[in-house]
């Protein structure tokens, strides 16, 4: 059975850092893109980042390049974000996504969340 | 980048059939077959209906449909349950590989 598990959320100052970790199961890890995407209280969901199977490729939204790094330790079939930097408007339920195939662009599996708020 | 276009709500009465339509440009929905729909009920994460424009993974009813036109997607829900009751999102590729999703339709199953 594909599982994903997020962790690592929490409240942050602004312009503090934090760091999540998702942690998959049940499916080839190295084999599989995976993606972050997150959701404002209330909100929509926006694609935050994803990075590669191999972890040698990497892409972000213009709203967290610079401040965010998305790595991945496939020995222990886990997931990062590197959140730096951090502001009000990332307050949001961070998902991980499995992508579906390499060569397409949707998320079969999708983790519970992992809530982050950023606030003095 | 900009959302996305989604109606905010739409709203059925069971055993009727209801459309969600998902507007963007030529630099993302029309330009690629890499239209989605999730489906998210409150507090859950997001389920994936229909991938690829118009494809259902397995074990999602064939009530769900999907299908798109020039610039626009769209999600055909038929035959509505209650449980069909959530919100649902519509994502595409763009020309900057990258995803952007749409604001989300709530459904509502008078």
């Known amino acids: 059975e594909v599982q994903v598990v997020e962790s690592g959320g929490g409240l942050v100052q602004p312009g503090g850092s934090l760091r999540l970790s998702c942690v998959a199961s049940g499916f080839p890890f190295s084999a599989y893109a995976m993606n972050w995407v997150r959701q404002a209280p209330g909100n929509g969901l926006e694609w935050v980042s994803a990075?590669?199977?191999?972890?040698?490729?990497?892409l972000y939204a213009d709203s967290v390049k610079g401040r965010f790094t998305v790595s991945r330790d496939n020995s222990k079939n886990t997931l990062y974000l590197q959140m730096n930097s951090l502001r009000a408007e990332d307050t949001a339920v961070y998902y991980c996504?499995?992508?579906?195939?390499?060569?397409?662009?949707?998320?079969?599996?999708w983790g519970q969340g992992t809530l982050v708020i950023v606030s003095s | 980048q900009s959302a996305l276009t989604q109606p905010a709500s739409v709203s059925g009465s069971p055993g009727q059939s209801i459309t969600i339509s998902c507007t963007g440009t030529?630099?993302?929905?029309?330009?690629?077959?890499?239209v989605s729909w999730y489906q998210q009920h409150p507090g859950k994460a997001p389920k994936l209906m229909i991938y690829?424009?118009?494809n259902r993974p397995s074990g999602v009813s064939n009530r769900f449909s999907g299908s798109k036109s020039g610039n626009t997607a769209s999600l055909t829900i038929s035959g509505l349950q209650a449980e069909d009751e959530a919100d649902y999102y519509c994502s595409s590729y763009t020309s900057s590989n990258t995803l952007l999703f749409g604001g989300g339709t709530k459904l509502t199953v008078l």
């Open positions: 990075i590669s199977g191999s972890g040698g490729t990497t």
């Open positions: 690829d424009v118009s």
């Open positions: 030529s630099s993302d929905v029309g330009g690629y077959n890499f």
């Open positions: 996504a499995k992508k579906q195939a390499n060569w397409n662009h949707n998320f079969d599996f």
